[in-house]
């Protein structure tokens, strides 16, 4: 258990310097669209400090293998969210971000809501799912990557109108954690048949990641790019771990806790998280010198 808990942590340092260096290589690139993939793939790749934040990013995900051998679904998301304090750290630090005083607020709630999950597990009672009958992973990931890209449709043409506030990018957060959570119960699912390749390449969980990658890479920097790091990603994170430990538990059957206190505690996180997710603020407050209409968020403009 050592070991999972170790590459979790690893795991969550490479994560937040990958979305803090591929955040500010963004604020250096032109304008990316999801609609004109080609050449967002294009500007990015040319990019050395982007390519950077990537291999950390990749890197992240390799780690992640190794949590989902050794720690229960649940306690790994627990520990992932913890990543979200260097984050905050780092996106103040590099990248000149500030949270206003309601989002701290709601990112502590998160912190807290989660730790409650941390809390209802114990030691030598949780079970190590392995692998999941391939019907009811596509039953469960098929339907949430489709809500997904439309979530973020609608939010791409929400943030079209001309005369909108500014979007915080919570909303672009929660389609990208739905698309990142399919990715993650793939890993998962690629990790209980490893090393066993033909297996591997016999079940869902390949052309899961290939799916999520190529869609989650494109629709992931759009985002970051408008918005900031320092909300948008703990946002995705909170989806992804919600929809991982939930679904992720039931899906490889790990079973819930038999003790009311830590079933309450698991359920009351669950429910918190969520609840704080549909009350965050959906818009930026424009400054006094700025207009209501400001076409995008990129900050700080490097000069």
Same mark, same amino acid.
């Given at each position: 258990?050592?070991?999972?808990?170790?590459?979790?942590?690893?795991?969550n340092a490479?994560?937040?310097?990958?979305?803090?260096l591929?955040?500010?290589?963004?604020?250096?690139?032109?304008? =990316?669209?999801?609609?004109?993939?080609?050449?967002?793939?294009?500007? =990015?790749?040319?990019?050395? @400090?982007?390519?950077?934040?990537?291999?950390?990013?990749?890197s992240?995900?390799?780690?992640?293998?190794?949590?989902?051998?050794?720690?229960?679904?649940?306690?790994?998301?627990?520990?992932? =969210?913890?990543?979200?304090?260097?984050?905050?750290?780092? #996106?103040?630090? @590099?990248?000149?971000e500030?949270? #206003?005083?309601?989002?701290?607020?709601a990112i502590?709630?998160?912190?807290?809501?989660?730790?409650m999950?941390?809390?209802?597990?114990?030691?030598?009672?949780?079970?190590?799912?392995?692998?999941?009958?391939?019907?009811?992973?596509?039953?469960?990931?098929?339907? #949430?990557?489709?809500a997904?890209?439309?979530?973020?449709?609608?939010?791409?043409?929400?943030?079209?109108?001309?005369?909108?506030?500014?979007?915080?990018?919570v909303?672009?957060?929660?389609?990208?954690?739905?698309?990142?959570?399919?990715?993650? @119960?793939?890993?998962?699912?690629?990790?209980? =048949?490893?090393?066993?390749?033909?297996?591997?390449?016999?079940s869902?969980?390949?052309?899961l990641l290939?799916?999520?990658?190529?869609?989650?890479?494109?629709?992931?920097?759009?985002?970051?790019q408008?918005?900031?790091?320092? @909300?948008?990603?703990?946002?995705?994170?909170?989806?992804?771990?919600?929809?991982?430990?939930?679904?992720?538990?039931?899906?490889?059957?790990?079973?819930?806790?038999?003790e009311?206190?830590?079933?309450?505690?698991?359920?009351?996180?669950?429910v918190?998280?969520?609840?704080?997710?549909?009350?965050?603020?959906k818009?930026?407050?424009?400054?006094?010198?700025?207009?209501?209409?400001?076409?995008?968020?990129?900050?700080?403009?490097?000069p």
């Amino acid at each position: 258990m050592a070991w999972g808990v170790g590459a979790a942590l690893l795991a969550n340092a490479l994560y937040s310097v990958g979305f803090v260096l591929e955040k500010r290589a963004l604020t250096r690139l032109p304008e =990316v669209s999801v609609r004109r993939p080609v050449l967002l793939l294009r500007h =990015v790749v040319t990019s050395p @400090l982007w390519l950077a934040g990537s291999i950390a990013l990749a890197s992240g995900f390799g780690a992640q293998l190794a949590v989902y051998r050794t720690l229960p679904i649940a306690a790994a998301q627990g520990i992932f =969210v913890s990543g979200l304090v260097l984050l905050l750290l780092l #996106s103040s630090r @590099l990248l000149g971000e500030h949270t #206003s005083g309601r989002e701290r607020y709601a990112i502590a709630a998160i912190l807290a809501a989660l730790l409650m999950v941390v809390l209802s597990l114990r030691q030598g009672s949780e079970t190590i799912g392995g692998d999941a009958p391939a019907p009811l992973i596509l039953t469960v990931c098929l339907p #949430s990557l489709g809500a997904g890209l439309y979530l973020y449709a609608a939010a791409e043409r929400r943030a079209r109108h001309r005369h909108r506030m500014p979007t915080t990018g919570v909303e672009y957060g929660v389609a990208v954690g739905l698309l990142y959570g399919v990715s993650s @119960l793939a890993i998962k699912g690629a990790s209980g =048949v490893l090393p066993d390749i033909p297996r591997l390449f016999a079940s869902p969980y390949p052309y899961l990641l290939l799916c999520t990658g190529a869609c989650g890479l494109v629709m992931s920097q759009a985002a970051l790019q408008r918005c900031r790091a320092s @909300l948008i990603v703990p946002v995705c994170t909170t989806v992804t771990c919600l929809f991982t430990a939930v679904l992720g538990t039931l899906a490889f059957g790990e079973s819930l806790p038999h003790e009311p206190v830590r079933l309450a505690l698991r359920v009351t996180g669950t429910v918190l998280a969520v609840a704080v997710l549909l009350l965050m603020p959906k818009h930026d407050t424009p400054q006094p010198d700025e207009p209501a209409t400001k076409p995008r968020e990129l900050l700080p403009h490097e000069p």
